[in-house]
């Protein structure tokens, strides 16, 4: 006795959807079982030290313990060979505090003040990071030019300097001069439609005790041993910087080149410096 032809194909369609269903199960459970691809390790051992380090946190101070306090603001220019650290272009400073703030891990503070008494809010920030322009762009086909706006984002080699607040204040319990960071401002040139420098500003300010968390997570570029992993708040704690005094707390809320140029710059801010360390030397008594 013969099968129709009819149910005979049928018969053949119902086998091999079976085998179909069969078969895309078997390669799902063998997709689900095979492990995720492992990238190759960029070195000889996996390095887990910043991720697990958190920041040493300040010793107390009581009010009545600083016996002599004064506030200096420094320009740090990375541009110089201790600082090129600061440029280094697989992780610069300013891409870290950027994305921080992007985050929400930072507060970016307004620059018309450095009390950290402005935040900024999202459009304010954009503002600073972002800059819009317009530019025209002409279509062959239909000769017609039409306008279109963009956004620029800075790009790390621009900041090529920044602005450091400190307070130094002498610890009579201890009886030693401390300093501590209290602020830091990536600093932009301003220049004109040709292109010609007008004068240079901060784009915001950085709380850096707040920072002090994230800035422990990422590594500085060691040019004398790839595997000490010091970070970025390791070298602002160990001042392994070079920098300038551009203003001391005064009177007047003066710099020191609104009444000084040149070499009396420079020589006024050694003069800080050398102050500030005689000033601890005369607070002992022998």
């Not at 107390?60 to 603001?73: G, M, N, S, V």
């Amino acid at each position: 006795m013969s099968i129709p032809k009819e149910p005979r194909q049928l018969m053949i369609n119902l086998i091999l959807l079976i085998f179909a269903l069969f078969l895309a199960r078997t390669l799902s459970a063998q997709l689900e079982s095979t492990p995720d691809v492992v990238l190759p390790l960029d070195g000889i051992v996996e390095r887990s030290t910043l991720q697990q380090k958190a920041p040493l946190v300040y010793p107390p101070i009581r009010e009545a313990d600083i016996l002599w306090e004064t506030r200096i603001w420094r320009v740090l220019d990375t541009r110089e060979k201790l600082n090129l650290c600061f440029r280094y272009p697989g992780e610069p400073l300013f891409e870290i505090l950027q994305e921080a703030i992007e985050s929400g891990g930072l507060t970016a503070y307004s620059a018309e003040s450095d009390d950290f008494s402005q935040p900024l809010d999202t459009a304010e920030l954009f503002a600073q990071l972002y800059e819009r322009d317009t530019i025209p762009i002409f279509n062959v086909d239909t000769q017609i030019e039409r306008y279109q706006e963009i956004v620029n984002d800075i790009d790390p080699d621009d900041i090529k300097r920044y602005r450091l607040k400190e307070v130094w204040y002498f610890d009579t319990r201890h009886s030693v001069m401390r300093v501590r960071v209290i602020g830091i401002a990536p600093m932009i040139d301003v220049t004109d439609d040709n292109g010609n420098f007008l004068y240079e500003k901060p784009l915001y300010w950085i709380y850096y005790p707040q920072a002090r968390k994230v800035l422990a997570h990422h590594q500085v570029f060691n040019p004398s041993n790839d595997r000490d992993p010091m970070s970025w708040e390791d070298l602002f704690e160990m001042r392994r910087f070079s920098s300038h005094v551009m203003k001391e707390s005064n009177i007047h809320d003066n710099r020191l080149q609104d009444y000084l140029t040149g070499i009396e710059l420079l020589q006024e801010s050694k003069k800080i410096e050398a102050e500030i360390f005689n000033m601890e030397h005369d607070m002992w008594s022998y």
